[in-house]
């Protein structure tokens, strides 16, 4: 990967400088960057049960990288059968590899899957996974939000050099120390130097991601995603703005102990958002089985 990552696009419509997300966007077929808005990105497998194999297997053949994380790789070995476990080889495992089974470490070894040992306690393998994905960044990936705001004013465009997306499998449903982690690791991809790089968990029943400060502009289509979903300010209280939701807010305040909008409906395929902090921003998936 190298600098055919950067884009210079004319904004949309007129709409004002914003985020955008497009969480169905990673499960299509044959669709690319230029069509959908889906950006290049990383399949991050964590050690939570495979469920869902049709969407798995949509992730895995549009995403450009598959790393396991440690006890991941396992996950990954199991829900698959002989022969399809053969064309299923993840780019690397890493981790404290405290988790991966003999058998699965011999058989991916025995395939030529790459296998970092990294056995530094103060982290998880899930960090140690998102530093790894971070090296496949594009080497102007660093270009700062000011940089893009002056390139907007002067010369009426959008410069991007975005960092690779991430999409993260399991992360939530298990345990909770691990769940709140995976929201952690969200607030910790929007940091460093550069644009945030963007980040989506996929459970079972759910794409959860943290949207940044300012304008969100989310794609939802009703036949895939929705109706249910959430804005939670985990991070603090924060002023929010909403367009396509059954229940809307305009410059409201949500915060813990005060006013946090869950079993929320979509009642549009494109749903806006302005916050003034982060907020995680929650949608289930239309149907289970695709
Ligand atoms: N029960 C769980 N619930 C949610 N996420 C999980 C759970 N178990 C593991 N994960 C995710 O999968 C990653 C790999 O898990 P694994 O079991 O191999 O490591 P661990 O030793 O439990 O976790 P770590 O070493 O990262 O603290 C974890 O870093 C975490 O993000
Ligand atoms: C304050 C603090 N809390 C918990 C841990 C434990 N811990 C955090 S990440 C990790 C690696 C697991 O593979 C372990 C054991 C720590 N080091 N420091």
Redesign the pocket.
């Given at each position: 990967m190298g600098c055919e990552e950067s884009r210079v696009t004319a904004p949309t419509n007129g709409a004002r400088n914003h985020t955008a997300w497009a969480p169905y966007s990673f499960f299509e077929a044959e669709l690319d960057w230029e069509t959908t808005g889906r950006p290049p990105f990383a399949l991050l497998i964590?050690?939570?049960q495979i469920t869902n194999k049709k969407f798995f297997a949509a992730l895995w053949k549009n995403s450009r990288l598959q790393v396991c994380?440690?006890?991941?790789a396992n996950r990954l070995y199991d829900s698959l059968d002989e022969k399809e476990r053969a064309q299923f080889l993840p780019d690397r495992i890493i981790?404290?590899l405290?988790?991966?089974r003999d058998d699965v470490r011999a058989y991916y070894q025995a395939r030529g899957v790459k296998i970092t040992q990294d056995s530094d306690q103060d982290s998880?393998?899930?960090g140690k996974c998102m530093k790894y994905i971070a090296t496949h960044d594009p080497p102007d990936s660093f270009v700062t939000p000011s940089t893009v705001q002056a390139s907007l004013s002067a010369e009426g465009v959008r410069v991007q050099h975005p960092k690779m997306t991430v999409v993260a499998l399991?992360?939530?449903?298990?345990?909770v120390d691990?769940?709140f982690?995976?929201i952690h690791a969200m607030y910790v991809a929007q940091q460093g130097p550069g644009l945030p790089r963007q980040m989506y968990l996929v459970s079972d029943q759910n794409v959860t991601f943290l949207l940044a400060k300012g304008l969100n502009l989310i794609r939802t289509p009703l036949s895939t995603l929705g109706p249910c979903c959430g804005i939670i300010p985990v991070g603090g209280p924060s002023t929010i703005t909403t367009q396509g939701l059954e229940w809307n807010l305009t410059n409201a305040e949500t915060k813990f102990g005060g006013l946090v909008s869950t079993s929320n409906h979509t009642v549009a395929d494109d749903v806006s958002i302005e916050t003034t902090e982060p907020v995680v921003f929650t949608i289930e998936f239309r149907d289970l089985d695709p």
């Open positions: 964590l050690n939570l994380a440690d006890g991941g981790g404290d405290d988790s991966v998880t393998d899930f399991g992360g939530f449903g298990g345990r691990q769940s982690h995976s």
